[in-house]
């Protein structure tokens, strides 16, 4: 799946209609293979992003769940850790390119300490 596309369902307050046609998007672009469209296909590719989007909508929506409701700090904060864990801290344009490399290094002698 695009990494891209984000869980919308069970948030305090609800996802937007924004949020939810970004979504749509998203996955249209995915399954078309396509960021934009060609003149001949843009119509097609518009019907699709409507149509995702009102099907996204009403999916959205209808869901019911006894868990309480996400908070979207709570969950931009768990998805930075997740990336950090992943990817490692970034490196800073501020930063020379000695200081820039002893991090990375750090960070690469860390990881193979891991596995």
Not at 54 to 74: E, F, K
Not at 84 to 95: D, Q, W
Request: charged residues 35%; glycine residues 4%.
């Amino acid at each position: 799946m695009c990494r891209n596309i984000k869980t919308l369902a069970n948030f305090e307050p609800p996802a937007t209609e924004d949020e939810i046609r970004a979504s749509a998007l998203q996955f249209v672009r995915k399954l078309s293979g396509a960021t934009r469209p060609s003149r001949a296909n843009e119509d097609p590719f518009q019907r699709a992003v409507e149509e995702v989007t009102a099907a996204a909508h009403r999916l959205v929506h209808a869901l019911q769940t006894n868990a309480p409701p996400r908070n979207r700090d709570d969950e931009r904060r768990k998805a930075h850790e997740r990336a950090l864990k992943r990817f490692g801290p970034r490196v800073r344009a501020e930063e020379g390119a000695a200081e820039s490399l002893d991090r990375l290094e750090g960070h690469l002698e860390t990881m193979k300490k891991r596995k």
